[in-house]
T-cell receptor, first 116, second 112 residues
């Protein structure tokens, strides 16, 4: 099956710093990538949808200036958490899809962010 | 009311048991129904998906969708310890490659 990687797998940072998380589709071109956030024992919550070469579409309640998403190529999307605070600590998961309506979304392994 | 409700468990069953996992939903626009399996600290992997109502079987797994009741189920036959994971239902109005709305996940433990 298709493989999606995320880097880093975990990161610890100080409050006020910015953190960049990469999501890569390794063996297919991803016209669309999604970024999710997952709290312990909670469901995955969609944060934003990004299409290659376009601005990301953010879900209601997600601060676009805080969570910067860039989908610069068909295999790479990045999520930057700017001025991170402890409440931003979470598990961030991306998914990627070739984009046809009934294609599968392939999920990355996730990135655990801890803000001290 | 959440769009998708799922009993978080945990659910503990002995090896060989039949497991029933369920979700209810409120959004009538949902047409695509998926079940994902997620191991600890890993991303979800798709087990099965069903379009509209009906049953779908794949090996030990059977997915059922009852749109009239807004209720979906996943059955696991002859459960194995390797089935121990969190199972998430997910739904979409426009396709499996589109925005997905997830349940909270049910944690399953299959014991020897």
């Amino acid at each position: 099956g298709a493989v999606v990687s995320q880097h880093p797998s975990w990161v610890i940072c100080k409050s006020g710093t910015s953190v960049k998380i990469e999501c890569r589709s390794l063996d297919f071109q991803a016209t669309t990538m999604f970024w999710y956030r997952q709290f312990p024992k909670k469901s995955l919550m969609l944060m934003a949808t990004s299409n290659e070469g376009s601005k990301a579409t953010y879900e209601q309640g997600v601060e676009k200036d805080k969570f910067l998403i860039n989908h610069a190529s068909l295999t790479l999307s990045t999520l930057t958490v700017t001025s991170a605070h402890p409440e931003d600590s979470s598990f961030y998961i991306c998914s990627a899809t070739p984009g046809l309506a009934d294609n599968e979304q392939f999920f990355g392994p996730g990135t655990r962010l801890t803000v001290l | 009311q959440k769009e998708v409700e799922q009993d978080p468990g945990p659910l503990s069953v002995p090896e060989g048991a039949i497991v029933s996992l369920n979700c209810t939903y409120s959004n009538s626009a949902f047409q695509y129904f998926m079940w994902y399996r997620q191991y600890s600290r890993k991303g979800p992997e798709l087990l099965m998906y069903t379009y509209s109502s009906g049953n779908k079987e794949d090996g030990r797994f059977t997915a059922q969708v009852d749109k009239s009741s807004k209720y979906i189920s996943l059955f696991i036959r002859d459960s194995q310890p390797s089935d121990s994971a969190t199972y998430l239902c997910a739904m979409s109005a426009t396709g499996t490659a589109s925005k997905l709305t997830f349940g909270t996940g049910t944690r399953l433990q299959v014991t020897l």
